[in-house]
C-alpha cells in the first residue's frame, strides 16, 4: 500500500515532509515508527498509565497539525466522567474519554481514528476531519482504520435544508455514508454532500 498516501491524513505537513516513508520496510515498522514519535498513542483497555495521558496526546497532535490547541481545560474529562457515569467499572474511561475528545476535536478540524489490531489495546490516532472517514477504505489487512461512528454500523442522518425548510432522512450503513457524494434536496437542489462525500449542510445524526 502507498504509505504516504495514508501518513498524509494522519500526520501535519512538517511531519509527513520528515517522514523517510522510502525506509519504511513493513507494516509493523511503520506502527513502531508512529508510535515512537509519539504520532501514535497506545493506550490499556483498563484506562490510562497517567492522568492527562490522553488530554496531552490530542493536545499535542492539533498543535502539530492544526497548529491549535484543545479548547478545554484538562481536568474537565475527569469531572464529566464522574458527573455522567454513575457506577464506573475498570475499562469504563478510555471509550467515555475517547468520544468525549473526538467531540471537541471535531469542532476544531480533526477526528480520532482507532487502528484495530484485534488487542485488548486502543490504538489511537488523529486524521484530518475531512479525510477521517476515507481511511476505512484502505485496502490493507493491517492498517484497519475507523472513526469512533464507524465502529457502531448504520447512521440514521436528518436534515433540514436550510433554504426551502425541506427535511430529509437516510438510514445507512457507515460505509455507505462516506460515499454521499453530489446528493441534493429532493425539494430545491440544495447540495448536502459535495463531490468529495464532505458534508456542506447541518446534518443530525444517530449511529447504532
Same mark, same amino acid.
Given at each position: 500500500?502507498?504509505?504516504?498516501?495514508?501518513?498524509?491524513k494522519v500526520l501535519g505537513e512538517k511531519?509527513?515532509?520528515?517522514?523517510?516513508?522510502?525506509?519504511?520496510?513493513?507494516?509493523?515498522? !511503520?506502527? %513502531?515508527?508512529? &508510535?515512537?514519535?509519539?504520532?501514535? *498513542? =497506545?493506550?490499556?483497555?483498563?484506562?490510562?498509565? #497517567?492522568?492527562?495521558?490522553?488530554?496531552?496526546?490530542?493536545?499535542?497532535?492539533?498543535?502539530?497539525?492544526?497548529?491549535?490547541?484543545?479548547?478545554?481545560?484538562?481536568?474537565?474529562?475527569?469531572?464529566?466522567?464522574?458527573?455522567?457515569?454513575?457506577?464506573?467499572?475498570?475499562?469504563?474511561?478510555?471509550?467515555?474519554?475517547?468520544?468525549?475528545?473526538d467531540k471537541r476535536l471535531e469542532k476544531?478540524?480533526?477526528?480520532?481514528? !482507532?487502528? %484495530?489490531?484485534? &488487542?485488548?489495546?486502543?490504538?489511537? *490516532? =488523529?486524521?484530518?476531519?475531512?479525510?477521517?472517514? #476515507?481511511?476505512?477504505?484502505?485496502?490493507?489487512?493491517?492498517?484497519?482504520?475507523?472513526?469512533?461512528?464507524?465502529?457502531?454500523?448504520?447512521?440514521?442522518?436528518?436534515?433540514?435544508?436550510?433554504?426551502?425548510?425541506?427535511?430529509?432522512?437516510?438510514?445507512?450503513?457507515?460505509?455507505?455514508?462516506?460515499?454521499?457524494?453530489?446528493?441534493?434536496?429532493?425539494?430545491?437542489?440544495?447540495?448536502?454532500?459535495?463531490?468529495?462525500?464532505?458534508?456542506?449542510?447541518?446534518?443530525?445524526?444517530?449511529?447504532y
Open positions: 500500500m502507498n504509505y504516504k498516501t495514508m501518513l498524509a511531519e509527513l515532509a520528515e517522514m523517510n516513508v522510502k525506509a519504511i520496510k513493513d507494516d509493523e515498522s !511503520l506502527f %513502531d515508527e508512529l &508510535t515512537n514519535k509519539k504520532f501514535l *498513542l =497506545v493506550v490499556d483497555w483498563s484506562g490510562e498509565d #497517567k492522568d492527562g495521558m490522553l488530554y496531552g496526546f490530542f493536545d499535542s497532535r492539533l498543535q502539530s497539525m492544526l497548529g491549535i490547541r484543545l479548547d478545554v481545560p484538562e481536568e474537565e474529562v475527569y469531572q464529566k466522567y464522574n458527573q455522567e457515569i454513575e457506577d464506573p467499572q475498570r475499562g469504563d474511561f478510555v471509550p467515555f474519554a475517547l468520544s468525549y475528545f476544531l478540524g480533526a477526528r480520532i481514528v !482507532l487502528l %484495530d489490531l484485534g &488487542t485488548d489495546t486502543y490504538n489511537i *490516532l =488523529v486524521s484530518y476531519k475531512k479525510d477521517a472517514k #476515507k481511511l476505512k477504505s484502505i485496502k490493507s489487512d493491517f492498517w484497519k482504520l475507523s472513526t469512533l461512528e464507524q465502529k457502531q454500523g448504520r447512521v440514521v442522518i436528518y436534515i433540514v435544508c436550510p433554504n426551502c425548510k425541506d427535511t430529509a432522512y437516510y438510514d445507512m450503513s457507515i460505509e455507505e455514508e462516506s460515499h454521499q457524494a453530489n446528493v441534493k434536496c429532493e425539494e430545491c437542489g440544495t447540495l448536502f454532500w459535495d463531490e468529495n462525500a464532505n458534508e456542506v449542510v447541518e446534518m443530525e445524526k444517530t449511529y
